[in-house]
């Protein structure tokens, strides 16, 4: 049986039980998830051809660093980049390198940063320089698969009605939804409770209440859902090699709906796509 609990009287390890934030709680995930969303507003202009991924990262380190905020990717069960870095077929968990970015690549770049012991957690889609139209359509879908997904969060809904938007729409575009992984309840913790599944039915999972706060990371492919990770043990890839594409926000569940707290200050919340 599901149970809640105030975050406030919480230990701090993902017992199952879900979190519920107050004033306090929201306020501190807005500043740390500003700070995120203010990173990737700046790696906007740097995506190109020609820029490696461990480039990237030691931006995304050094901007945590300058701004009092530490990766928390950054040997987390032995990873050791401060964001994923996840190009064309890599669905997630991609790991910065020195291998230079393509023209027509398109690359997911995934930052969490802690600020004052809070999480702040989003990803974005950047297309280096010109991109084919079938990968310019799989990050329209992707896109907008987060934000049917996020149109779902309501208080007293089960979080099946995420999932379930999240899939009727992309399987309508004729795109798969990955299984393996999900959106995951954050706050003061990195990984928390609930599970937050990218399809099912919307009588599925748990009821959403006011003070929840947690991931909604849609991973669609142009082709079948089915997935592999390499033996590097994080790299998880499409089987059949097909483009891959991910939008992460963070959303904290209010009385009336939810608040999206990483959207982008410059509004660069789907780079390089039409408004």
Known sequence: MVTYL???????RNTGQIRLYGEDGFAGMRKACDLT???LDALVPMVAPGVTTDAIDRFVFEFGMDHGALPATLNYRGYTKSSCTSINHVVCHGIPD???LKDGDIVNIDVT???????GDSSRMYPVGTIKRAAERLLEVTHECLMRGIAAVRPGARTGAIGAAIQTFAEAERCSVVRDFCGHGVGQLFHDAPNILHYGSANEGVEMRPGMIFTIEPMINLGRPHVKVLSDGWTAVTRDRSLSAQYEHTIGVTDTGCEIFTLSPKNLDRPGLPA
Not at 6 to 12: R, S, V
Not at 113 to 119: F, Q, S, V
């Open 6 to 12: 105030d975050a406030a009287t919480a230990p701090l």
């Open 113 to 119: 940063y802690i600020l004052d012991g809070w999480h």
């Open 98 to 100: 020195n291998k230079p």
């Open 37 to 39: 969303a203010r990173c």
